[in-house]
């Protein structure tokens, strides 16, 4: 079992539609939780950056953490044809080992 | 957010060559660099970590020896893909953490061709 699962799609909405993206984890003792995305040929832009439990807000973006139940979500509105790109979610420990550990990442098309 | 910059974005070389590229922190200050490489429409894969003024650390199956990697200072990490070979051709991208924040910031990546 991969330490963090994720769903890699592909994922297509029309435009305008609400995105939900997951991932689970398995590692009890991963504290920070992210969100990058990636268009095609280009390195992994950060997205949401969250420690531990709980909700973030950024714009259209919403990332949410459930440490009960090891799941991470990243929920985008109001989707416009320009998030159309790979979404990847992360995870690592606490400590100084920073190393992430990624999911598969999840194809999202948004047609206008 | 912070930038990171790599160089070149794209280079083509001819095999038993070696390659170098380049990756900098703009705006902060990177305690810690992360080289990975990324095959199509794959996620990407850890390669080596390192820290400041220290050794990287390898993960399994990477030659050490092949992939020389440098992080002389707060800013700048190297890594010199040595005696190039076809299937080293890939998406070379690096990434750059301070010590303040767990979260990584990525250079654009560098495509590599070896012909």
């Known amino acids: 079992q991969k330490e963090v699962e994720q769903d890699p799609g592909p994922l297509s909405v029309p435009e305008g539609a609400i995105v939900s993206l997951n991932c689970t984890y398995s590692n009890s003792a991963f504290q920070y939780f992210m969100w990058y995305r990636q268009y095609s040929r280009k390195g992994p832009e950060l997205l949401m950056y969250t420690y531990s439990s709980g909700n973030k807000e950024d714009g259209r973006f919403t990332a949410q953490v459930d440490k009960s139940s090891k799941y991470i979500s990243l929920f985008i509105r109001d989707s416009q044809p320009s998030d159309s790109a790979t979404y990847l979610c992360a995870a690592s420990p606490a400590g100084n080992n920073r190393k992430l550990i990624w999911g598969l990442g999840t194809s999202l098309a948004v047609n206008p | 957010g912070a930038v990171v910059s790599q160089h070149p974005s794209r280079v083509i070389c001819k095999s038993g060559t070696s390659v170098k590229i380049e990756c900098r922190s703009l705006d902060f200050q990177a305690t810690t660099m992360f080289w990975y490489r990324q095959f199509p429409k794959k996620s990407l894969m850890l390669m080596a970590t390192?820290?400041?003024?220290?050794?990287?650390?390898?993960e399994q199956g990477v030659e050490k020896d092949k992939f020389l990697i440098n992080h002389a200072s707060l800013t700048l990490s190297t890594l010199t893909v040595t005696s190039a070979h076809p299937e080293d051709s890939s998406f070379y991208i690096c990434s750059a953490s301070s010590l303040t924040g767990g979260e990584q910031y990525f250079g654009p990546g560098t495509r590599l061709t070896v012909t």
């Open positions: 390192s820290n400041e003024g220290s050794k990287a650390t390898y």
